[in-house]
C-alpha cells in the first residue's frame, strides 16, 4: 500500500513538472513573438521616419519653388489693404502719436512649423520707425495678448506668426501657448467669436505678416479694424520685411496710410524683391 502511494505521487509529481515544462516553452514562444513584432514595429518606425524626412524635404523644395514664383520681379508682396476712412488720404503732414503694438508668434512645436526670423523683422521697423512719433511695443502672440490688442480702440497692431491653410481651404494662425513649446491654432471661426467678443475689434490699423492672410484680413474687417494690410498668397520672409519697412518708414515721414501702402507696393512690384 505505501508503494502504490508512492508511485502516484510520483507520477503525480512528473504530471506537474510536464506541465509546467509546456508552460514555460509557451511562455517562450509568446516572448519570441512579442521581440519579432518589436522589431517588426523598429522597421516600420525607422521607415516611417525615413518617409516622413522625404515628404518635409520634398515640401521645402516645392513651398521654395511657389516662394520664389510668387515673389518673382513684377508681382506685388503684400494684396490688399481694407478701409476707405478720410484719413488714409492726403499728401504729407506730420503724424500724431501713434501707439504700435509688434505681436509674434514662433512655436518649436509643431516642428513643421519653421522659425521665423522675428528679431530681423523687429530691427527693421525699429529703425524705420527711429525719430519719428510712433512708439513701438512687443510682445508675444497668445489668445490673451490677441485678443487685447484687437479690442484696444486706436491701437496699429502687427503681426507675425504663422498662417495655416487645410486640405479644405480653411484657415489658422499658430499662436503660441504661455509656459509652453507649443502652437494654439485659432481657425476662422475662432479668430471671428474672438474679435467679436466684448465691444468688438477696435484697433486702427493690422498688419498681418503671413502667407496666404487675405481671409484673416477680411475677418478682421468683418469684425470691426478700419484698416489691414495682409498677404494674398505665400511669401518670403524678407519680402514681407522689406515691404512692411517702406511702409512704416514713410508712415513716419508723414505720408498718409494710403499713400504710404502705394509706395511700398510700388518698390516692391519694380525691385522684385529675391527675398
Not at 488720404?89 to 503724424?95: L, V
Amino acid at each position: 500500500a505505501a508503494a502504490a502511494k508512492a508511485a502516484i505521487t510520483e507520477a503525480r509529481l512528473y504530471k506537474e513538472i510536464d506541465e509546467f515544462r509546456k508552460q514555460v516553452q509557451s511562455d517562450h514562444e509568446t516572448i519570441r513573438a512579442c521581440e519579432q513584432s518589436y522589431r517588426r514595429c523598429e522597421s516600420d518606425l525607422c521607415t516611417a521616419r525615413t518617409r516622413i524626412g522625404c515628404l518635409e524635404a520634398r515640401l521645402n523644395e516645392q513651398e521654395v519653388q511657389h516662394t520664389s514664383s510668387d515673389c518673382g520681379c513684377g508681382q506685388p508682396i503684400l494684396s490688399k489693404i481694407a478701409g476707405n476712412g478720410s484719413n488714409m488720404a492726403g499728401n504729407r503732414s506730420p503724424i500724431s502719436e501713434i501707439e504700435l503694438r509688434f505681436l509674434y508668434a514662433s512655436p518649436l512645436l509643431p516642428m513643421t512649423l519653421k522659425q521665423l526670423h522675428v528679431d530681423k523683422e523687429i530691427s527693421e521697423i525699429k529703425e524705420a520707425l527711429a525719430g519719428s512719433q510712433v512708439s513701438m511695443q512687443v510682445g508675444i502672440a497668445t489668445v490673451a495678448s490677441l485678443s487685447q490688442a484687437i479690442s484696444r480702440s486706436g491701437l496699429w497692431v502687427h503681426l507675425s506668426m504663422h498662417s495655416i491653410k487645410d486640405y479644405r481651404g480653411r484657415h489658422a494662425v499658430a499662436l503660441e501657448v504661455p509656459y509652453s513649446a507649443r502652437s494654439r491654432l485659432m481657425w476662422e471661426w475662432d479668430l471671428d467669436r474672438l474679435f467679436r467678443a466684448g465691444d468688438g475689434a477696435r484697433a486702427e490699423f493690422v498688419f498681418v505678416s503671413s502667407c496666404e492672410s487675405e481671409q484673416i484680413g477680411h475677418i478682421l474687417r468683418s469684425a470691426g479694424v478700419k484698416h489691414v494690410v495682409c498677404c494674398g498668397s505665400l511669401v518670403q520672409e524678407s519680402a514681407v520685411r522689406s515691404f512692411a519697412r517702406n511702409l512704416y518708414h514713410n508712415i513716419s515721414e508723414g505720408m498718409s496710410l494710403q499713400g504710404a501702402f502705394a509706395n511700398a507696393k510700388c518698390i516692391a512690384h519694380y525691385s522684385g524683391d529675391p527675398g
